[in-house]
């Protein structure tokens, strides 16, 4: 099968940092574009980043700059890097793939079910 598998989404405290992991299997990641999404329960998906396969790289306008993407095509993994955690960036974080960061978010053919990120004192 071809999955997407998040991990390391924890409850943290404010200020914080997290990395989370993205990682594929049943396909090879280095061919695609990866998003980084996050859901809050009442509110509307929100692309954070994406990551294109050249390693051109996008971040929506509300992170601040403490948000970073990679990737590490030999792990068939991509990260997001979270720092000066705020209450705000409690979520969940899902990553998608598709060949193009340029893509509608309806196109990106795979999708994981998301890691857990809580930032409380």
């Known amino acids: 099968q071809m999955r997407l598998v998040e991990s390391g989404g924890e409850v943290v405290q404010p200020g914080g940092s997290l990395n989370l992991s993205c990682a594929a299997s049943g396909f090879t990641l280095d061919a695609y574009a990866v998003a980084w999404f996050r859901q809050v329960p009442g509110q509307e998906r929100v692309r954070i980043s994406c990551?294109?396969?050249?390693?051109?790289?996008y971040y929506h306008k509300s992170v601040n700059g403490r948000f970073t993407i990679s990737r590490d095509n030999a792990r068939n993994t991509a990260y997001l890097r979270i720092t000066r955690l705020k209450p705000e960036d409690t979520a969940v974080y899902r990553c998608?793939?598709?060949?193009?960061?340029?893509?509608?978010?309806?196109?990106?053919?795979?999708w994981g079910r998301g890691t857990q990120v809580t930032v409380s004192s």
């Open positions: 998608a793939a598709d060949p193009l960061c340029a893509s509608f978010d309806s196109e990106f053919n795979y």
């Open positions: 990551i294109n396969t050249d390693r051109s790289t």
